[in-house]
């Protein structure tokens, strides 16, 4: 059974960074294309960015083009989310997702597998 634990969520001040991690456990790793997520209370929950199993391609909305960097370590089971210059609308539970696929594709009902989700919380 494929699991997702994510961590590195919390609070921070506008302009600060923040680095999530997601780690897949029961799979392997390298089978799945990854994806960040995130849902804001009474928003639906929307596509942050995602990566392919070898990380040669990855996908970002415009509203976090240029400050989100996704990135993967298989030999850690790993994907990361790096998030630089943070704003108050980035506050959000943030979701890990996998797609046992070799694309990366942004919508919802596509991925198998989710985590439980990490909050991160931008004050201004």
């Known amino acids: 059974q494929v699991q997702l634990v994510e961590s590195g969520g919390g609070p921070v001040q506008a302009g600060d960074s923040l680095r999530l991690s997601c780690v897949l456990s029961?799979?392997?790793?390298?089978?799945?294309?990854m994806a960040w997520f995130r849902q804001a209370p009474d928003e639906e929950r929307e596509f942050v960015s995602g990566?392919?199993?070898?990380?040669?391609?990855?996908l970002y909305p415009d509203s976090v083009k240029g400050r989100f960097t996704i990135s993967r370590d298989n030999s850690k089971n790993t994907v990361y989310l790096q998030m630089n210059n943070l704003r108050p609308e980035d506050t959000a539970a943030y979701f890990c997702?996998?797609?046992?696929?070799?694309?990366?594709?942004?919508?919802?009902?596509?991925?198998?597998?989710w985590g439980q989700g990490t909050q991160v919380t931008v004050s201004a």
């Open positions: 990566i392919t199993w070898n990380g040669d391609r990855t």
């Open positions: 029961g799979g392997t790793f390298v089978s799945y294309s």
């Open positions: 997702a996998a797609l046992y696929t070799v694309v990366v594709v942004t919508g919802i009902e596509d991925y198998d597998y």
